[in-house]
C-alpha cells in the first residue's frame, strides 16, 4: 500500500478489500485543516523567536515557556568552529537536533492557533544593526525553524499566523508605551507605567495580541461576504477548547 495515497493525519478502519483489479480501504478523515478564520473560541498561542531562547510562547493564559534555551551557547560554538570542519557539521546537526526539540515540546493537542513574527530577511542586510548583532545572528537559522515550525502547524491542524515584528518586544501589554528604553537585554521595564517583564515573554505576548487582532479581521470579512467563494473557510473544526472535557 502507497501511504501518500492517505491525507497526513487519516486513520486506517475496518481493513481493506483487495481484488485482482483494485485495493479498497476504509479510513477516517482528519478534521479540515483552519484555512481561513476560526471560531471565536479558539485557542491561541503566541510565539517569539529569538536567538538567547529559540522559542518564548505566551499561551491563552497568559503563561510563558522558554524552549530551547541552549541555543544561545551552541550559536557561538558554531561561530567560532572553523568551516567545513567535522566540528561544525556535528554542531550544525545539533542544531537541528535542538530546534527539533523545542517545536516537538509545544503542546500541539492544546490550540488551534499559533501566531509568530514574520522575520524574513533578518539575516540579510546591515540595515541599522551593529556589527556585532550582525555576527551573532549569521548561524540563527530562522528560515529552516520557520519552515519546520509551519510544517508541524500543518500536521497538527493548527492555523499558522504572520505578522509584522515591528516594537514586539519593546511595546509595554500593560499601557501600549512603546519606546526603545523599555528594553534593555533581556529584561523588559516600561518607562511610563514600570511593567516588568521578561523581554522576550513581551514578544510573545504581543504577537499573540497581534494574531488575535488578524484573526478578528478574518471572522469581520467572512461575516460581511457570505456568499464569497471563500464561504467554505467559514466551516472550520471545532476548536480544542469547546472539545476538552469539563470537569
Known amino acids: 500500500m502507497n501511504k501518500w495515497l492517505l491525507r497526513p493525519g487519516a486513520r486506517l478502519i475496518q481493513g481493506c478489500e483487495l481484488s485482482e483489479d483494485r485495493l479498497i480501504l476504509w479510513v477516517e478523515e482528519p478534521a479540515p485543516i483552519i484555512a481561513f478564520a476560526p471560531k471565536e473560541d479558539a485557542v491561541v498561542y503566541g510565539v517569539d523567536k529569538g536567538m538567547k531562547k ?73 540595515g541599522d544593526t551593529t556589527k556585532e548583532f550582525r555576527k551573532q545572528r549569521s548561524p540563527w537559522a530562522h528560515r529552516k525553524m520557520f519552515e519546520r515550525l509551519a510544517a508541524k502547524a500543518q500536521e497538527n491542524r493548527v492555523l499558522l499566523v504572520t505578522g509584522h515584528p515591528f516594537q514586539t518586544s519593546r511595546e509595554c501589554p500593560a499601557c501600549r508605551c512603546a519606546s526603545e ?3 534593555r537585554g533581556e529584561q523588559f521595564r516600561c518607562v511610563a507605567c514600570g511593567h516588568t517583564e521578561d523581554a522576550d515573554g513581551v514578544g510573545a505576548g504581543n504577537v499573540r495580541s497581534r494574531a488575535l487582532k488578524n484573526l478578528e479581521g478574518r471572522q469581520k470579512w467572512l461575516a460581511n461576504h457570505p456568499n464569497s467563494s471563500n464561504r467554505a473557510h467559514s466551516v472550520h473544526r471545532r476548536s480544542v477548547a469547546s472539545r476538552r472535557p469539563k470537569r
Do not use: C, M
Open 54 to 126: 529559540l522559542l518564548t510562547v505566551k499561551n491563552d493564559k497568559n503563561q510563558t515557556a522558554f524552549l530551547g534555551r541552549e541555543y544561545w551557547e551552541l550559536q557561538g560554538d558554531i561561530r567560532r568552529a572553523k568551516p567545513d570542519s567535522h566540528a561544525r557539521d556535528r554542531l550544525l546537526r545539533e542544531r537541528d537536533h535542538v530546534i527539533g526539540r523545542a517545536l516537538n515540546a509545544l503542546p500541539w493537542g492544546h490550540f488551534d492557533v499559533i501566531g509568530v513574527e514574520d522575520l524574513t530577511g533578518i539575516t540579510h542586510g546591515k
Open 181 to 183: 528604553l523599555n528594553r
